[in-house]
Structures are given as C-alpha cells and as structure tokens.
C-alpha cells in the first residue's frame, strides 16, 4: 500500500512538472480537505496560472472561507470569465454573506439561467430578507419544484412569518418527509404558539430525541402551559444540567411559587453566576421578601 501510494505521488509530480493543470488542482483539492491552507493554496494558484478556471473557482471559495474577500470575489470572477459556470453561485453566496445583496441576486439569477438549481432556493432567501416575499415565495417554491428539500423548510418559515399557519403546517411536515430535521423544531414552536399544546409535546420530543437539547426548555414551558407540572419540573432539571440558565431561573420561578425557597434561591444563584440578568433580580427579589418576612 505504501508502495503504491508513493508511486502515484510520484506520478503526480511529474505531472505538475509537465504543467498538468489537473493534477494541480486535484491536490490543490486533496490539501484543501487535509485543511492544509499553504499547501491547498500553492497548488491552485499553479493550476490557475496554467489556465484551469475550476481551480480558480477553488482559490475562490478557499479565500473566502478564510475571511480574504477581495482575493475571493477576485478569483470567482476570473473563473466565470473563462466560462466556468457553476462560479456564479459561489459568488452570489460570497456577496450574499456580506450584504451586497443587488449583486448577489444578480449572481444567482445568472446561475439559474445556467442551470444552477440550488440558486432558486438562495434566491427565495435573499428576496425574504429584503422582504420581497412574494419573489421569495416564487423562488422557494421553484426550488420545491427542482427538488430542492431545504425549501419545503423554507416556505414554512416564509408562511408562518405571514400567520398562514395551515401552510407553514403542511410545508414543514413535508419537509419532515423529506427528512429535513430543522422542520421539526419548527412545527413544534408552531404549535406551541397556536396552542395545539400536544402536538407541540410530541415534536419538542422528536427533535431533542435528534440531538436537539435547546429545546428542553421550551418543551418545559409547553408541559406548564397544560399545567403538567411533574413534566416541567423534570424537563427544567434536565435543561439545567446541561447549563440552560432560562431554565435554572424557571425553575427558581417554579420553585418560588410552590413555597420551595431554598430550591428557589439555589437555582436563581446557578443562573446569576452564569450571568443571566432577569435571575439577578428574581434573587434580590426572593432575598428581599425573606428579610421582610413576606
């Protein structure tokens, strides 16, 4: 194996020693993934100079994601000149990310024109976030369209953001048979704010079963909202334990209410000491009503 794997290296060199621009990019590709900067780098910037515009789209992305923006937009433009195509879209989401949002519609435009289908569903966001949601709307439903399973997740959020709670239901469920995990959390929260309080239980449940352990505390506040206090005492507790300050002041609250004020002042000091504000004054509170006798 060591054997093989230094013959092909050697292949390799006298490739690049032959000005194949491939084979420079390819490594240029293998250093990239090895997180190797310098290296990954190195061998672009040869395959560019050799002519090859998908290594330029490379450097490109790689600058980019390395916080050097100018040598990014730099090099995707040069790429896009010497017709590589799918550039387009990795400009747009270069400008995109930093605010230059008319140049960026313009980039994904050009991508769809060229047969980019993921730049619908980009597109759809850029146009909800200058709050053109009929274009958004457009867009995230040509992604759906094209297959594009994000966007069923998408258009939930778009309809729920415009209280069309039966849409955003439908589009997120689908989106969960099209296992986009991000739409359960989603459905969970939708419910909870129409009060379908079961429901709500039943994905809140789902998603932190996924891994999704921020939710403990909301699904607490679901459980309270039924008045099933067992359930959102335990759900606080488990939250707590992972270092949810909300949940530690609720459960000084909790705690509070039902007399317990030992427990109450133990909880709000956790949270204090993790800096939440609100526990700080419900301990001063809960302090102040103990001297009095209150």
């Not at 600058?63 to 040598?71: E, I």
């Not at 980009?122 to 457009?138: K, P, R, V």
């Not at 809140?204 to 206090?229: C, N, V, W």
Request: contains cysteine; hydrophobic residues 35%; glycine residues 8%.
């Amino acid at each position: 194996m060591a054997s093989k794997t230094r013959d092909l290296v050697a292949e390799q060199l006298k490739q690049i020693e032959k000005g194949n621009p491939d084979v420079m990019n390819d490594l240029g590709i293998y250093y990239d993934k090895k997180g190797n900067f310098e290296e990954a780098e190195k061998y672009y910037l040869q395959a560019v100079e050799h002519g090859s515009a998908k290594a330029a789209n490379n450097l490109g992305i790689l600058y980019a994601n390395s916080g050097k923006l100018q040598k990014a937009e730099k090099y995707l433009i040069k790429a896009i000149s010497e017709n590589y195509l799918e550039a387009e879209y990795n400009l747009g989401i270069l400008y995109q990310n930093n605010g230059k949002l008319k140049e960026a519609e313009k980039c994904y435009l050009n991508a769809i024109k060229h047969g980019n289908q993921t730049a619908f569903r980009n597109l759809g966001f850029l146009y909800q976030t200058l709050g053109d949601t009929i274009n958004a709307e457009i867009y995230y439903k040509k992604a759906v369209e094209h297959e594009d399973f994000e966007a069923y997740n998408n258009l939930g959020v778009l309809y729920e953001n415009k209280n069309r709670n039966e849409e955003a239901e439908k589009y997120y469920l689908q989106a969960m048979e099209k296992k986009q995990p991000q739409a359960i959390s989603n459905l969970a929260f939708l419910y909870d704010r129409i009060g379908k309080l079961e429901e709500a239980e039943k994905y809140f449940l789902q998603a932190i079963e996924s891994g999704e352990t921020a939710l403990m505390t909301p699904l607490a506040i679901t459980y309270a909202k039924q008045g099933k206090m067992d359930e959102t005492e335990k759900w606080f507790l488990k939250a707590a334990e992972i270092g949810d300050t909300d949940a530690m002041n609720n459960l000084g609250l909790l705690y509070q209410n039902n007399g317990k004020l030992e427990e109450a002042e133990k909880y709000y000091l956790q949270a204090v000491e993790k800096g939440h504000e609100l526990a700080k004054g419900n301990l001063n509170k809960l302090r102040e009503s103990l001297k009095s006798g209150k």
